[in-house]
């Protein structure tokens, strides 16, 4: 089974990207969903967010606004919390990944926002980005509820630049195009994986 690690800044149609490889039979990892899950009340994650912020938990759950907001006044916050919930979202993985070869998938995708910056990219066989023109990714970004300029800049920050992931990159879709352009992208990489 080839596991491919898909990946792309902010805004740039990951989500949607991924949901395409879904609709074709292909399984996903949705880690963004999986940290939501951790958060959650009962989840995994929320006893060592409380000793780390103890006031961002709220009805036994992780606040993400506030811990987001907490991120970004003490940076060292952030560390502290990727070194809590990225072990538990990598047993979660591995577990999805058993699966997957289990039910003799030819393909499994692991969508991981920060694949290179975690060096996860080491760890999966291709990689996928997906992206679209700076100015695309801005107005895309500024739709979002409660996103600002300012919180858009903090979070590309964080991310290694688009152009950068895609030079690393085996394969990249660009998602300025069409609906239907996307679509033939996808068809086209997930017919030279399966190849």
């Given at each position: 089974m080839i596991v491919a690690g898909l990946t792309g800044s902010i805004a740039m149609g990951k989500t949607e990207t991924a949901k395409l490889f879904a609709a074709r039979g292909v399984p996903v990892f949705d880690s963004d969903a999986a940290v939501h899950q951790l958060y959650a009340k009962g989840g995994k994650a929320v006893a060592a967010i409380a000793q780390i912020a103890p006031d961002t938990v709220i009805n036994e759950a992780v606040d993400r606004v506030r811990l987001s907001k907490r991120i970004k006044e003490r940076p060292d916050v952030l560390r502290a919390v990727e070194n809590a919930v990225h072990p538990l979202v990598r047993v979660m993985q591995e577990e999805f990944l058993a699966e997957a070869r289990r039910s003799r998938h030819p393909v499994a995708i692991l969508d991981i926002p920060l694949?290179?910056?975690?060096?996860?990219?080491?760890?999966?066989?291709?990689?996928?980005?997906?992206s679209a023109s700076a100015e695309i990714q801005q107005v895309r970004a500024l739709r979002r509820p409660g996103m600002t300029v300012e919180?858009?800049?903090?979070?590309?920050?964080?991310?290694?630049?688009?152009?950068?992931?895609?030079?690393?990159?085996?394969?990249?879709?660009?998602?300025?195009?069409?609906i239907a352009g996307t679509q033939r992208q996808v068809d086209d990489i997930l017919a030279d994986l399966i190849n």
């Amino acid at each position: 089974m080839i596991v491919a690690g898909l990946t792309g800044s902010i805004a740039m149609g990951k989500t949607e990207t991924a949901k395409l490889f879904a609709a074709r039979g292909v399984p996903v990892f949705d880690s963004d969903a999986a940290v939501h899950q951790l958060y959650a009340k009962g989840g995994k994650a929320v006893a060592a967010i409380a000793q780390i912020a103890p006031d961002t938990v709220i009805n036994e759950a992780v606040d993400r606004v506030r811990l987001s907001k907490r991120i970004k006044e003490r940076p060292d916050v952030l560390r502290a919390v990727e070194n809590a919930v990225h072990p538990l979202v990598r047993v979660m993985q591995e577990e999805f990944l058993a699966e997957a070869r289990r039910s003799r998938h030819p393909v499994a995708i692991l969508d991981i926002p920060l694949l290179f910056e975690t060096s996860r990219d080491l760890e999966v066989d291709k990689i996928i980005v997906v992206s679209a023109s700076a100015e695309i990714q801005q107005v895309r970004a500024l739709r979002r509820p409660g996103m600002t300029v300012e919180k858009l800049d903090f979070i590309l920050s964080r991310q290694m630049p688009d152009a950068e992931k895609r030079r690393r990159a085996d394969y990249v879709i660009d998602t300025s195009v069409s609906i239907a352009g996307t679509q033939r992208q996808v068809d086209d990489i997930l017919a030279d994986l399966i190849n």
